[in-house]
């Protein structure tokens, strides 16, 4: 499947056909290009991998004069797209995947193709970052889950950017790790020291209930407490959250049962009309309801990520079993590589001949037995 979705341009996000078309998943998507990059490299075929490095490099040759890498490009078009408040996640995945590529392929020298555009990158991102709390803020629906009210300070972009830190080397990666546990998580009896950050936890302990997971986002006096799947697996996987908190995650996550029917939803308690976080582009084309897509809809591929967070704490048992769940969700419809279900019926929903469902079940099946970040 992924050499059928592959260009001279790189991987596209789905499946050619006119569903596709119109959707614009029949593009080299920043985010899911540099993910698939990931399992491509690992695949040990010779054209996979190939296409993992002419997908960085499509994405490259379209950054915008700021740094930004785009949310997608159309190759066909020659053109470049940002979305509409942004895409912070997609200039963070690709620097991901530019490393990842230049470590297991290291005769390539990608680096030093792209020392230029990576450079650029880095300085676009620093440019996000708060310059006393050291986490990157966006605005609300300009990451992966772009019809989510998300924003200010984000769970999920902050794991890729104190990863993206320690990866490149950049200053105050430890700062960015206790600002993360302590905003995110700010239940500990220890409190960070800056007064506007203390002041950001101040409103969350006066509210929020607390639980198992890290917040999905805080912003000035309001924060989300839906539970993001993707953002949480993350933050233990790339070195954000310490044995005790990662095994806290891991322990609510089965006990929410949101690998169910198949793994992994995007959230443990859906945005209901009556919240307040509620925006009313959530529902456009009935799309973005309960339990549905971005709302508690169920991704094989964050399932991939929950496997891998399994292997890489010792739990090979259960990242195995994990695997085998994402198999028979991928294999539904003639293997059709379904892009997502319904959270609570498991009805196959979005687009089929995801690329990233396939690329994260390689990059799983992979990290039982190796370290992968």
Request: aromatic share 12%; net charge neutral.
């Amino acid at each position: 499947m992924l050499l059928r979705n592959l260009t001279p341009h790189g991987i596209l996000a789905a499946s050619r056909s006119p569903q596709a078309e119109q959707r614009r998943y029949t593009r080299v998507f920043g985010r899911d290009a540099a993910i698939c990059a990931l399992g491509m490299l690992v695949s040990g075929d010779p054209e996979l991998r190939a296409g993992a490095k002419n997908g960085l490099i499509t994405l490259a040759r379209h950054q915008a004069e700021n740094g930004q890498i785009p949310k997608y490009v159309d190759p066909d078009a020659d053109q470049a797209d940002f979305w509409y408040l942004g895409c912070i996640d997609a200039t963070l995945w690709w620097l991901i995947a530019v490393k990842f590529y230049a470590r297991h392929e290291p005769g390539e020298k990608i680096e030093e193709i792209l020392a230029q555009q990576i450079s650029k990158a880095l300085v676009w991102l620093q440019c996000q970052e708060h310059p006393q709390i050291f986490l990157v803020r966006q605005d609300e629906a300009s990451d992966w889950a772009d019809i989510m009210p998300r924003s200010g300070f984000v769970l999920y972009s902050n794991t890729l950017w104190y990863y993206v830190k320690r990866l490149y080397a950049l200053p105050h990666a430890q700062q960015t790790k206790f600002h993360f546990n302590h905003l995110f998580y700010p239940f500990s009896s220890q409190g960070p020291d800056y007064q506007r950050l203390r002041l950001l936890t101040h409103y969350v302990r006066n509210g929020a209930k607390r639980g198992e997971l890290y917040l999905s986002f805080v912003n000035f006096s309001f924060w989300g407490e839906e539970g993001d799947v993707l953002g949480n697996l993350l933050a233990i996987l790339l070195g954000l959250a310490d044995d005790g908190p990662a095994n806290r995650i891991l322990h609510a996550l089965q006990q929410a049962s949101v690998n169910q029917p198949y793994p992994g939803a995007s959230v443990l308690d859906p945005i209901t009309s009556t919240n307040p976080l509620w925006r009313s582009y959530m529902g456009r084309h009935r799309q973005n309801l309960e339990f549905q897509y971005h709302n508690g809809g169920v991704w094989p591929f964050i399932g991939g990520f929950w496997s891998m967070a399994l292997a890489a704490l010792g739990k090979t048992q259960s990242a195995q079993n994990m695997l085998e769940k994402i198999a028979r969700a991928n294999a539904l419809n003639g293997w059709q590589f379904t892009e997502w279900f319904h959270g609570k019926t498991g009805e196959p929903r979005g687009m089929p001949g995801q690329s990233w469902n396939a690329a994260m079940f390689l990059l799983a099946h992979h990290a039982l037995t190796n370290k992968v970040f």
